[in-house]
């Protein structure tokens, strides 16, 4: 049985995205029968012939993949880093590349694009439980990843307050990272909030198809809002997060808003006032995030590594 290892990271400042993805990808390989280890460390891993290495990193080095290529071909799912230019075969989730290829690199083999990301299979399920999102939303999803570093939780909620959705049942999943305290009391919003921390992905899901908006920060959950096909805010504080941000909004399926709390209630009014804009995004995000990348990925893998 051939085996792919699987490097990825994870914590309270990187996210959990890295390892949701390779979870997604290592179910869809189990399936078409190969063996899956996940590993923590690069030293770790020794692979044999037939073998595969995949790694979702942002951090590896142009020495770090070419090291494990030694060892087996390489999948990279990393959208940034040097791994995408280095590895046998990258899929990332956005075209954005960050500078320009390496001169010593003659031709990555880099597929981009929302058909590729990866989705647990739970959200791919629970997309044929959407209904049309109505206006004014009667419910609101929050949720901006593990630790939310960037304090977009508390943002989002003096937004909502602002932009005056008093009367939205608004749900806020906070990761398993959040380490600050959260007092509902602060907000007028207190009643109409339920907490969530560390919500399973099947729950997730729920949540998701439940909502008529969702607002959140750019990553992983980004991708299982649309497959579900909930429309949403995306709050991108970095350079690279806005220029995803745009691509995505260009597409159709979400709406990118700057880290500012009147900007952001503006939005909040701008999409939650307006159903057939918020139907347009849902029908949109369900079009171009199809939930089945990891599929995808694990199909073309022997074709592009060349494996008999």
Known sequence: MRKAHIYRIG?????????????????????????????????????????????DSNDLTRADVLALRDLAPVVNLAARGEAKWYADASFLHTPYRDGPCPPDVDSPHIWAGPEYQPVRKVFLRAREQRKPPCSPPQKIFVSHGGSDPMGHTELTLEALNEAGFLTA???????????????????????????????????????????????????????????VGLPTLNICANEFHVEVGKRAQAKGFLRWVPPRVDLVAGAIRDLGGNEFQLRLTSRN????????????IVKMIPEVLGLE
């Open 11 to 55: 914590g309270p400042e990187v996210g959990h995205g890295h390892i949701a993805r390779c979870q997604a990808v290592g179910d869809a390989l189990l399936v078409s029968g190969w063996g899956v280890k996940e590993y923590d460390s690069l030293s770790d891993i020794h692979p044999v012939e037939g073998d595969i290495i995949i790694v």
């Open 169 to 227: 049942r608004i749900d806020v999943v906070l990761g398993v990272d959040f380490g600050r305290k959260l007092d509902g009391t602060l907000y007028k919003l207190a009643e109409q909030m339920t907490i969530c921390r560390g919500a399973a992905p099947s729950w997730m899901a729920r949540l998701m198809v439940e909502a008529d908006l969702g607002i959140c920060s750019m990553g992983l959950t980004t991708y299982e809002a649309g497959c």
């Open 285 to 296: 995000a369900l079009a171009y995030v199809p939930g089945q990348g990891a599929e995808t």
